[in-house]
């Protein structure tokens, strides 16, 4: 059916579509001013060295129920009250507390040699004037009852039970230097010794860090172990399961050392002196913070981060950064966003590194924020920029996240991919404990500045690793999402996709596999 207009009727139509078009367009101007209001505000003023200067420097690492933890709750709270936020420790449950003190490891036969290494976190103390003994290296297995023969020897022995790599060099190394031929046989060696290590772990029907159990019970006096990251110096420190005897991680380079001194039968002695201190248990939280919605004080963006570390260095880029990111991108929208029309939420999480414990419980303690909150962004891989963002399984999150990212500046947007609609995650951090609920909540996916190999909970996650230009970049990325989620005028679409077939056959599910551990002890 065909309609015809009146000259009036029809430039009656004409007219409105010129306001509301006008209309548009200032909004979209009034938009635009803010993006650059906070651009401008993170270039001229930033915070972030002085903010990761007190967390990282001052407060150092944050292990679960350790006092410097305790440090970085407080820190983090008196932090965002300065900024005008309602900030506040909310307990979740408790956990084993445990302060490292000083550790040393030292080489007393055949010469006198200090060691590069250190406790594993939850480590039993030494006694005393330390644990000194002779050094014995853990062979390859060929059967199980090889290795329950072998455990009949470690009596009053330090065991190493690491692998010894054939070299001590990074591959991009042996690649750039070594000839075609010497690459592609050191490759081969390498993969060899790998493979044999496996299979003879198999037979000890344990990990390297369920080990020290059944050394412990054969009668061992410590362990030392060295979890080498393929870069030299660099070794993951993660924490330790025995009950009774030290766990100390070594670095490669004296590891090798020891390994190779033990394999020609010169039995070395080591001196271990690790005086940790046992504290009980100790309350654990989320450090929350709140800038009341002026609007929608009912409804939330959730800005997302860990506070807690592993100890081996000081949980500079896991995850210093994803908190300054988000203190930063608070403290901007305070001075250029005063009027936020939805609440804006800061969760601090603790005990991320021991399983979502804390964002999980955050969850499951607090249903009518969860069924109220708009969106999650998180952030905890590291110091680089913001390049991937997938929809987490949420069908229609193409629809605004798309929209938002076109306020981003072009220089930053240009580099970011998008995946819709992704996968909802089972885990690796914290919006995982929301996806998991429904929730719409999405990874900030960085830049790897060799993330994995360099400082992911390893001795050398340090303040010097922090590239602050990226996460400048990062706090205005996150600042602009979450002002333009607040603006959204309904929330956002929670409708799930049918998740996919499996390699089995079966329909998957959407995964409920996070539930948060309230105590060290289950």
């Given at each position: 059916m065909r309609i015809t207009l009146t000259k009036h009727v029809a430039l009656k139509s004409l007219g409105l579509a010129y306001v509301l078009l006008t209309s548009s367009s200032v909004f979209a101007q009034d938009k635009n001013a803010v993006v650059t209001a906070i651009v401008q505000e993170a270039n001229s003023?930033?915070?972030?060295e002085n903010y990761a200067f007190e967390l990282v420097d001052m407060i150092g690492p944050r292990l679960v129920g350790s006092p410097q933890m305790q440090q970085a709750h407080d820190w983090v709270v008196k932090t965002y009250t300065a900024l005008g936020a309602e900030a506040r420790n909310e307990v979740y449950g408790e956990w084993r507390s445990w302060d490292r003190g000083t550790s040393q490891a030292t080489m007393t036969y055949p010469r006198v040699k200090s060691l590069e290494g250190t406790q594993l976190a939850f480590s039993p103390a030494t006694k005393?004037?330390?644990?000194?003994?002779?050094?014995?290296?853990?062979?390859?297995?060929?059967?199980?009852?090889?290795?329950?023969?072998?455990?009949?020897?470690?009596?009053?022995?330090?065991?190493?039970?690491?692998?010894?790599?054939?070299?001590g060099r990074s591959d991009a190394?042996?690649?750039?230097?070594?000839?075609?031929?010497?690459?592609?046989?050191?490759?081969?060696?390498?993969?060899?010794?790998?493979?044999?290590?496996?299979?003879?772990?198999?037979?000890?029907?344990?990990t390297r860090r369920?080990?020290?159990?059944?050394?412990?019970?054969?009668?061992?006096?410590?362990?030392i172990d060295s979890y080498w990251t393929e870069l030299p110096g660099l070794t993951r420190i993660f924490?330790?399961?025995?009950?009774?005897?030290?766990?100390?991680?070594?670095?490669?380079?004296?590891?090798?050392?020891?390994?190779?001194?033990?394999?020609?039968?010169?039995?070395?002695?080591?001196?271990?002196?690790g005086n940790s201190k046992e504290l009980g248990t100790a309350k654990t939280y989320n450090s929350i913070a709140e800038i009341k919605g002026k609007e929608k004080p009912n409804e939330y963006v959730v800005l997302s981060?860990?506070?807690?570390?592993?100890?081996?260095?000081?949980?500079?880029?896991?995850?210093?950064?994803?908190v300054i990111t988000m203190m930063e991108a608070v403290r901007i929208l305070q001075k250029v966003y005063p009027n936020n029309k939805r609440t804006i939420l800061v969760g601090n999480w603790g005990s991320e590194e021991q399983g979502l414990n804390g964002s999980s419980a955050f969850v499951e303690d607090n249903p009518e924020i969860a069924k109220n909150i708009q969106v999650v962004w998180n952030q905890d891989n590291g110091t680089g920029r913001i390049v991937r963002i997938a929809g987490s399984g949420f069908e229609k999150s193409y629809e605004y996240i798309s929209r938002w990212l076109q306020y981003i500046p072009e220089e930053f947007r240009k580099e970011i991919q998008t995946t819709f609609p992704g996968m909802p995650g089972t885990g690796g951090s914290d919006h995982s404990s929301f996806v998991?609920?429904?929730?719409?909540?999405?990874?900030?996916?960085?830049?790897?500045?060799?993330?994995?190999?360099?400082?992911?909970?390893?001795?050398?996650?340090t303040y010097d690793k922090i590239v602050f230009d990226e996460v400048r970049?990062?706090?205005?990325?996150v600042a602009i999402l979450t002002y333009l989620a607040c603006e959204e005028p309904e929330l956002v679409s929670r409708d799930r996709i049918v998740l996919p077939i499996d390699k089995n056959g079966k329909q998957m599910e959407w995964p409920t596999n996070l539930k948060s551990k309230r105590t060290s002890g289950n």
């Open positions: 003023n930033s915070y972030l005393g004037k330390g644990i000194e003994a002779e050094v014995v290296a853990m062979p390859v297995f060929s059967s199980a009852s090889d290795f329950q023969a072998w455990l009949k020897t470690v009596k009053g022995k330090i065991v190493l039970i690491g692998m010894n790599p054939i070299s190394n042996w690649k750039e230097s070594a000839s075609a031929a010497g690459y592609d046989k050191y490759q081969g060696l390498k993969n060899e010794q790998q493979k044999k290590w496996d299979l003879s772990m198999s037979y000890t029907e344990h369920t080990l020290p159990l059944a050394l412990e019970a054969a009668g061992a006096v410590a362990v924490d330790a399961k025995s009950k009774q005897i030290p766990v100390f991680n070594i670095a490669l380079e004296d590891y090798g050392m020891l390994y190779r001194m033990a394999e020609r039968g010169v039995k070395p002695r080591v001196l271990l002196e981060a860990h506070l807690d570390s592993w100890d081996g260095g000081t949980g500079a880029t896991d995850n210093a950064t994803g998991q609920r429904g929730i719409p909540a999405f990874g900030l996916s960085s830049t790897s500045w060799d993330y994995g190999k360099l400082t992911w909970h390893t001795n050398r996650d970049q990062n706090a205005i990325i």
